[in-house]
Structure formats: C-alpha cells, structure tokens
C-alpha cells in the first residue's frame, strides 16, 4: 500500500509540474500571490511583497499557503528513499554517468550534512532538493525531524521573500520574471528526466512479470 502510495505520488508531481510550469511566467504577471499558493514559488513571493508595499494586494495567506505549497511534495521523495532504497534514486534522477553524478553529489551532502542538509538546500547548492530528501529517506534519517526542519526553513525562505519584495519595490518585479522564465526551463527538464525514469522503472517492472 505504501509504495503503490508513493509511485502515484511521483507521478502527481510529474503532471503536476508540468501543467504548473506553463503556468509560471503568465500568473505571475497576472496573479503572483494564486501562483504563490499553487507552487510555492519563491519570484511570485516577491512580487507579493512588493505589491503589499503599494497597498495592492494581500501578503499573509500567499505567504502562509505559499510555504505549504513549496514542501507539499516533499513526502513522496523521503518515502522513495526510504521504500526503495537505491532503486528510489533511479525513478527520481533516472540512469546514466550524469545522473549518476548527481546521487553521487546528493549522497556526499546528506553524509556531510546529516538531516539539516534539506536546510541548505533553500539556498543556491549545485544539488538537487529531491535527491537529498530521497537521500534522507535511504540513509533512515527520521522522518519528523525532517518534516520539522523542511518546514521551519520554508518558513523562513518564504518569509525573507516577501520582505525582499517589499524593500526593492516595483523593481523587483521585472527581475523576479526574468528569474521565472529561467527557473521554468530548469524545472521542465528536471520534469522530461523524472518522467523518463518512471517510464523506464514501469517498462523493467513490466518485463520482469512477463519473464
């Protein structure tokens, strides 16, 4: 039950992510603090505080849903490390010499850095979020501590996003959509490798019954 739980979780992110980053760049010119509550994104924030500096637009429910929003998936990759083990990085991450190099990177930082690794991964580290937390749930880490420190983070990240939206004013929003437009592309390719994995994992699962 559990892991049949966690592989429609991924593939909700999967569809999820892909109709969300279309969505990006076009509310957030239209509606920063609904894309905000929907991804949790951190450029929709500022524009958010920028607005409330102006007196046209709320900030505390984008910001309390907002921070919600951005670990609402995070679950999926713990309990994929945690099930799975190996295999787990496999279905997130895919196959082959780069991405490889990426678990590799992922397993190093949570060595280092034990459960307060997902707090570093708020800021710009060459390492991907759901490696790590998938690293955390292979390496047995617990998953309360995790959750408590995921989410005091985001809290704060979320929080000093807003505040930075409010200090730079009106001209936090043009930067913050060039950022958007950049972090989409990103976002989408990480989406085509995730997909990819979870279609090679079905396809070998599929296989493996036959034979």
Known sequence: MAEAAVAVGLVVVIVYGFVAVPLRAWLLGVDPALLAAITGSRPALVAVGAAARVGEG????????????IVKFHWVFWWAGRLW??????????????ARRRIARAESFVRRWQTPAIVLTYVPVPVARELVIVAL????????????????????????????????????????????????????????????????SWWRRRVSRRS
């Open 137 to 200: 749930g292979t390496a047995g880490r617990r998953f309360s501590t995790f959750v408590v420190l995921d989410l005091l983070t985001a809290v704060v990240t979320q929080s000093l996003c807003v505040v930075l939206g409010a200090w730079l004013g009106a001209s936090a929003v043009a930067v913050v959509a060039g950022y958007a437009v950049y972090a989409g592309w990103v976002a989408l390719a990480a989406l085509g490798v995730m997909t990819v994995a979870a279609l090679r």
């Open 58 to 69: 709320p900030w505390l429910w984008p910001l309390l849903v907002a921070t919600l929003s």
């Open 85 to 98: 083990g190996e295999a787990g990085f496999e279905r997130v991450a895919g196959e082959g010499p780069r």
